[in-house]
């Protein structure tokens, strides 16, 4: 298991003990509590205060059979959570793809950081809410490029309803959500109803919006499971809730017309002065400093997870790195495979200097010795 040198010391490893299971770097920890989605004007804030007037507002549209309509709002839950709370709780087996490091953050063997927002609706089932929405930063280890990056936001939904078949709460989501699109959006858009599947719902759905000629994913749902309701203590036989959980940064790419999901974290003023409270404008993009790339060529091993370099690379460079590529690979006479990266360094706000380059070029090489264990080429 990689142990990254580079490691977190923040507060709350006072009370969540790190251990040997931790694969978080301080690159990602340094963006627990930016809190871009409470920033009235940022466009992630735009977007969740929409949102938030949607589900706060009880006059808005969000039921066909329900009379009261207002909804709870959390935009403060801690991302630091359990395994039990962002996976278990949910029916998410422990061979899932997402219960592994190469995929999600662990601070120890039962903590991790939640990789979506949807690891609070047990929670909050049992403390008795019945409708409510939950906002805030998730996070998942991933590639590196220009719509994938490794904290992002989310709203996830819940409604529970008494004596509703499944088919009828079903309905219910789906008039909610269409109501929620077209009250953000105030334009007519074409959307459409994909079958999806998530361990906590069935049935569910995936909704997709036309933009730009282009079908886009916003959205997962469904009607929770009862086994989810079970672990929340609620009778399956006498209730039914729906469950959504919504993307904020692709949504808000399209509609702000922001080409680069690195630009949400943008400290420059051209980019934070475009935007206003309320209002969805288009982003006018100004001119990028110069892009520099340098290639990495080492021998694999058995152990070797693409994600770990990735990792290892921005925890070094961080936003520094406009993306990771494979370009090569191949084999030796011996069997050995030997595999060559190109990474693109751009930083948003300055020209790099050669100086600055070399330094990092080092490093990184370094770090495929020692943490990844590879042999370089
Ligand atoms: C989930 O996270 C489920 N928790 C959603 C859900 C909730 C289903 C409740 C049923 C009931 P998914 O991994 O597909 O599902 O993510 C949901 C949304 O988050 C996606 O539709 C997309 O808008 C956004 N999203 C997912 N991965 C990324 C990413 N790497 N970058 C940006 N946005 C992402
Ligand atoms: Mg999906």
Same mark, same amino acid.
């Given at each position: 298991?990689?142990?990254?040198?580079?490691?977190?010391?923040?507060?709350?490893?006072?009370?969540?003990?790190?251990?040997?299971?931790?694969?978080?770097?301080?690159?990602?920890?340094?963006?627990? %509590?930016?809190? /871009? !989605? @409470?920033?009235? *004007?940022?466009?992630?804030?735009?977007?969740?205060?929409?949102?938030?007037?949607?589900? =706060?507002?009880?006059?808005?549209?969000?039921?066909?059979?329900?009379?009261?309509?207002?909804?709870?709002?959390?935009?403060?839950?801690?991302?630091?959570?359990?395994?039990?709370?962002?996976?278990?709780?949910?029916?998410?087996?422990?061979?899932?793809?997402?219960?592994?490091?190469?995929?999600?953050?662990?601070?120890?063997?039962?903590?991790?950081?939640?990789?979506?927002?949807?690891?609070?609706?047990?929670?909050?089932?049992?403390?008795?809410?019945?409708?409510?929405?939950?906002?805030?930063?998730?996070?998942?280890?991933?590639?590196?490029?220009?719509?994938?990056?490794?904290?992002?936001?989310?709203?996830? %939904?819940?409604? /529970? !309803? @008494?004596?509703? *078949?499944?088919?009828?709460?079903?309905?219910?989501?789906?008039?909610?959500?269409?109501? =929620?699109?077209?009250?953000?959006?105030?334009?007519?858009?074409?959307?459409?109803?994909?079958?999806?599947?998530?361990?906590?719902?069935?049935?569910?759905?995936?909704?997709?919006?036309?933009?730009?000629?282009?079908?886009?994913?916003?959205?997962?749902?469904?009607?929770?499971?009862?086994?989810?309701?079970?672990?929340?203590?609620?009778?399956?036989?006498?209730?039914?809730?729906?469950?959504?959980?919504?993307?904020?940064?692709?949504?808000?790419?399209?509609?702000?017309?922001?080409?680069?999901?690195?630009?949400?974290?943008?400290?420059?003023?051209?980019?934070?002065?475009?935007?206003?409270?309320?209002?969805?404008?288009?982003?006018?993009?100004?001119?990028?400093?110069?892009?520099?790339?340098?290639?990495?060529?080492?021998?694999?091993?058995?152990?070797?997870?693409?994600?770990?370099?990735?990792?290892?690379?921005?925890?070094?460079?961080?936003?520094?790195?406009?993306?990771?590529?494979?370009?090569?690979?191949?084999?030796?006479?011996?069997?050995?495979?030997?595999?060559?990266?190109?990474?693109?360094?751009?930083?948003?706000?300055?020209?790099?200097?050669?100086?600055?380059?070399?330094?990092?070029?080092?490093?990184?090489?370094?770090?495929?010795?020692?943490?990844?264990?590879?042999?370089?080429?």
């Amino acid at each position: 298991m990689l142990f990254f040198r580079r490691i977190a010391n923040k507060g709350f490893c006072n009370t969540i003990q790190r251990d040997e299971f931790c694969n978080v770097s301080t690159k990602i920890t340094d963006m627990i %509590g930016m809190n /871009l !989605y @409470k920033q009235p *004007n940022h466009p992630l804030g735009i977007l969740s205060n929409s949102i938030k007037t949607f589900f =706060l507002n009880d006059s808005t549209p969000k039921s066909q059979i329900n009379a009261k309509d207002t909804f709870k709002i959390y935009d403060s839950l801690s991302p630091i959570v359990d395994v039990k709370d962002c996976f278990k709780d949910l029916l998410v087996e422990d061979s899932h793809e997402t219960m592994s490091p190469k995929n999600t953050y662990f601070i120890n063997k039962n903590h991790v950081l939640r990789t979506h927002m949807t690891t609070h609706d047990v929670d909050l089932l049992k403390k008795g809410e019945e409708a409510f929405i939950s906002i805030g930063d998730v996070y998942r280890r991933d590639s590196i490029d220009a719509t994938h990056y490794p904290v992002f936001h989310q709203v996830d %939904g819940v409604r /529970l !309803y @008494k004596n509703q *078949n499944k088919e009828v709460v079903f309905n219910e989501l789906k008039f909610c959500l269409e109501q =929620l699109i077209k009250s953000i959006i105030k334009q007519d858009i074409q959307m459409r109803w994909i079958d999806a599947y998530f361990p906590f719902t069935d049935p569910s759905a995936e909704l997709e919006i036309l933009y730009d000629n282009k079908w886009l994913e916003i959205l997962g749902c469904g009607v929770l499971r009862d086994g989810v309701l079970k672990n929340a203590n609620i009778n399956p036989e006498l209730n039914t809730a729906w469950a959504f959980g919504l993307g904020l940064e692709r949504l808000a790419m399209t509609l702000f017309n922001i080409p680069d999901i690195r630009l949400f974290w943008s400290k420059d003023k051209r980019f934070l002065k475009q935007f206003k409270q309320n209002e969805i404008t288009k982003f006018k993009s100004y001119s990028k400093f110069p892009t520099c790339f340098k290639d990495f060529s080492f021998y694999i091993n058995n152990d070797f997870q693409e994600n770990d370099l990735h990792e290892l690379i921005r925890s070094i460079a961080g936003d520094i790195v406009e993306e990771v590529k494979l370009k090569d690979t191949f084999k030796t006479k011996e069997g050995k495979e030997s595999q060559c990266y190109r990474v693109n360094f751009r930083h948003m706000d300055k020209s790099l200097t050669n100086e600055e380059i070399n330094i990092l070029q080092f490093k990184i090489r370094e770090g495929i010795v020692n943490d990844l264990k590879l042999e370089l080429r």
